[in-house]
């Protein structure tokens, strides 16, 4: 991973050379931290040890009987899910990959009438497990498996921690379960069982994933400049505490558009806290410069804009054309005008003066998408960090889920009776 931060200076909100030098020895302090909290695989920071603690062997092992799939369908939400869709969206393969990751009756209905149940290995993931949609989502893929004559504990594998609803249930019916590492948060899980088993199901390399992951963490140093995961967190930080709330990230391949609401849970989920943090608003690239980005460069001054991009892909020539005002475009690639628009892109934010930092890797591959979702976890650990946020929880979520559970008969919660309480003033 390659960050260039160079367009993050001398734009408004403002911040200069001198700002991140002095930033810099709070980043060695972070990094010591950090450091630390690895060596004694502490809550969190263990997740950067992942590289080298997961299992590829095992998770293959576990997922071996599900190798001729023709699909294999996930069910899961926020981290249990985002992780294995940007692995699985982000790479292709013969197997189909699909994602139970909201409980919307239609959406849930259709996907199960099309999908060959009897060819579809079932991966029901939860780190709890005790997340309501997931478990409902399970409990309606079960039956619609049952319904197909299909007999689903021959499909079905689960991914969860030692306790909870889906731990007795995969003992109780004797399911293949691979465990959730312990101290491993839902969003920092998806170079774990959580995020590999999938992948490894379609056939991708998951030790290249990791030997990726494992190359950015090598690059994890006492200072943001040696450091591209660093100089992003750090930077981001910096922007931040200026007045840049908002992160449009805005990766500039297909591929790479799961990735971008993965790091939307990261960002907002560690870093939303104590009235701070970054607000991540996903973007797609060249798409987005037609809806979004006149925001960007006329709108508040209070945005960092996060530009991703592979430097290699596979590339397509545009036809040469006689059509009136089109002959530039003739004989080009689709991929020559890709990167001309992130580019141009990037400096017209630049002359705009919207801060924004360019983020590159080789490929959309194995190895490339291992080391942006290392980097990315150190950035977002870096800049808790400095931000003195305690990353790794979510306290927040509970509230509405004990609301839901209350609304449904599943308990007296006071949160209940507040949403029973709602302030109507309905214009119809
Ligand atoms: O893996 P679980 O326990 O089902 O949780 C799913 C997601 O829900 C959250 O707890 C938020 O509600 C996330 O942090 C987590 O990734």
């Given amino acids: 991973m390659h960050t260039d931060i160079g367009n993050a200076l001398g734009g408004d909100p403002a911040l200069t050379r001198d700002g991140l030098d002095e930033l810099d020895a709070d980043v060695a302090t972070a990094h010591e931290r950090i450091a630390d909290g690895m060596a004694d695989d502490a809550f969190g920071y263990t997740a950067l040890n992942l590289p080298e603690t997961a299992d590829p062997d095992r998770i293959r092992n576990a997922v071996a009987p599900f190798a001729d799939s023709e699909a294999v369908l996930t069910v899961g939400i926020g981290g249990s899910a985002l992780g294995a869709a940007t692995l699985c969206n982000g790479l292709e393969s013969e197997t189909d990959a699909y994602f139970l990751d909201n409980v919307d009756p239609e959406h849930t209905s259709r996907l199960l009438d099309s999908l060959d149940l009897s060819r579809t290995a079932v991966n029901v993931v939860s780190n709890s497990g005790t997340t309501a949609e997931t478990l409902s989502n399970f409990l309606v893929v079960r039956e619609a498996m049952a319904d197909a004559g299909v007999d689903w504990a021959e499909q079905t594998f689960v991914t969860t ?170 004989g080009q690639s689709l991929g020559t005008l890709l990167d001309a628009e992130f580019e141009a892109t990037e400096a017209s934010l630049t002359a705009a003066n919207c801060p924004n930092v360019r983020i590159e890797i080789d490929r959309v591959d194995e190895r490339g998408l291992g080391e942006l979702l290392f980097g990315m976890e150190a950035a977002c650990i870096c800049y808790g960090e400095l931000a003195d946020l305690s990353t790794f929880t979510q306290p927040a979520v509970e509230w509405g889920k004990k609301a839901a559970r209350g609304l449904l008969g599943g308990g007296e919660f006071a949160e209940a009776q507040a949403v029973r309480g709602k302030d109507r003033l309905v214009v119809e």
């Fill in 161 to 330: 921690g030692p306790e909870g609803n889906l731990r007795n249930l995969a003992t109780k019916h004797d399911l293949p379960a691979l465990d959730v590492p312990e101290g491993v948060p839902g969003r920092f899980s998806v170079l774990s069982t959580v995020g590999l088993a999938a992948a490894a199901i379609q056939g991708h390399d998951i030790e290249a994933v990791l030997a990726g992951a494992a190359e950015e963490r090598d690059r994890l140093a006492g200072s943001l400049y040696d450091s591209p995961a660093y100089a992003y967190g750090a930077t981001s930080y910096a922007l931040a505490e200026r007045g840049a709330v908002t992160n449009a990230f805005m990766p500039y391949a297909e591929s790479l558009e799961t990735f971008a609401e993965w790091f939307a849970q990261l960002w907002a989920e560690s870093l939303g806290k104590d009235g701070r943090g970054q607000t991540p608003a996903r973007a797609l690239g060249a798409t987005d410069q037609h809806s979004q980005l006149q925001l960007y460069r006329a709108g508040p001054r209070d945005k960092l804009v996060t530009l991703v991009r592979p430097t290699e892909r596979a590339d397509r020539g545009i036809p040469e054309t006689d059509l009136e005002g089109l002959s530039y475009l003739g």
